[in-house]
């Protein structure tokens, strides 16, 4: 590598050089996941309301999808391929313990996930937040 590559190289942020690999790595597994499907771009931009062009630019690496984008791929090809590999451990949040991911078993009913109360408190006064919009509705 020339002297100049280098020092250019070596300017690139952490940020720019992490994003650039995580893109590509978005566009393989997409690509991947067209090709392990059947799916055509067409079919999959019809699915996604996009047009055939910006699908195109998701499959090449050059566009910037948002998360709700990212997402719509999920659904759309019919599979989870987005993983943050998250574990929550126990830990103290606001007074609260969580053991679990209320978010793991989301069903159609918002109501169905269960959340401790919350109990916000400091040295002058304490406030209670008891809410139960399920219970209110009904």
């Not at 952490?14 to 067209?34: D, M, S």
């Not at 159609?108 to 509705?137: G, H, R, T, Y």
């Amino acid at each position: 590598m020339t002297s100049l590559l280098k020092q250019t190289l070596a300017k690139i942020s952490p940020y720019t050089k992490h994003f650039v690999k995580r893109q590509g790595e978005f566009a393989l597994k997409v690509n991947e996941l067209l090709d392990e499907t059947g799916m055509t771009q067409r079919e999959l931009a019809e699915k996604l309301g996009k047009k055939e062009s910006y699908v195109s630019r998701v499959l090449s690496g050059w566009a910037n999808p948002t998360f709700k984008t990212m997402t719509a791929l999920e659904v759309a090809l019919g599979i989870e391929f987005i993983d943050f590999h998250l574990k929550l451990k126990i830990q103290k949040f606001v007074g609260i313990q969580y053991q679990k991911n209320p978010w793991e078993n989301v069903s159609q009913n918002p109501c169905d996930i269960k959340m401790p109360d919350v109990v916000l408190s400091s040295e002058k006064n304490a406030i209670e937040w008891k809410v139960d919009e399920c219970s209110k509705a009904a």
